[in-house]
């Protein structure tokens, strides 16, 4: 009868009951799990280099124009890093000049070889990397704007083997490039906002803004993982 060849599934068959084909499982299989990738971030969070300030610290660009980390340069940049920064830019103490988001760069001539890092650019309300050279130079990605006085989030990844550069806005992938000659062997204290010459606003650059969050991650951070990031809130 046609109940004893199953013929009355032939054109009914409900979804639940279809068979999975081989080909099909293994891709599943691959499928990462949502709790398994938020407990990884999470760890990876805890793991590496991160400091939160409660409420924030709102860094004027006089006498508190900077927050200074524990952690060299040269101790992340053998293997690919991340830069995490979540917070606020509301301006500048010098227009015409770099200000560093987080990392160690200098911002206004007599660059430091081997310094690099997120910096933001108030004439152009943007932001970019930049690793220097020596003296008078620096390479750099490209800009990508931003919005002052609102929340933003920034992560960028740096594989020194590659030189491959990206970075991500409000969990979004802005910008992916090869930055060719880049110096990351600088043993100074990464930053966030402040200068690597700890000096003065007024002769160098210091951002006005808010600091909420600041990561140093000891990996390249992926595109879901920095969505992820990003959505948490």
Do not use: W
Request: hydrophobic fraction near 35%; aromatic fraction near 6%.
């Amino acid at each position: 009868t046609a109940a004893q060849l199953g013929l009355g599934n032939v054109d009914n068959t409900s979804d639940a009951d279809k068979p999975v084909s081989t080909a099909q499982q293994t891709a599943l299989d691959l499928k990462a799990d949502a709790t398994a990738l938020t407990t990884e971030t999470n760890a990876r969070i805890d793991a590496d280099n991160r400091r939160e300030f409660a409420g924030g610290v709102y860094c004027d660009g006089n006498d508190l124009g900077r927050l200074t980390t524990s952690l060299r340069q040269d101790q992340i940049s053998s293997n690919p890093f991340t830069l995490y920064f979540k917070g606020r830019i509301d301006g500048s103490t010098k227009n015409a000049h770099g200000n560093n988001i987080i990392g160690n760069t200098k911002g206004i001539g007599s660059y430091g070889a081997g310094n690099y890092g997120l910096v933001y650019y108030n004439t152009s309300t943007s932001i970019r990397f930049e690793s220097e050279l020596s003296n008078s130079s620096v390479v750099t990605t490209e800009l990508i704007s931003i919005n002052t006085n609102e929340e933003l989030e920034l992560l960028c990844t740096v594989d020194p083997s590659t030189e491959r550069v990206i970075i991500y806005k409000n969990g979004i992938e802005e910008l992916n490039e090869i930055v060719t000659g880049l110096d990351l062997s600088a043993t100074g204290l990464i930053r966030i906002f402040g200068n690597r010459e700890n000096a003065a606003p007024a002769t160098y650059p210091h951002i006005i803004g808010l600091a909420r969050i600041a990561a140093i991650f000891n990996t390249a951070l992926t595109a879901t993982q920095a969505a992820e990031l990003y959505q948490q809130g």
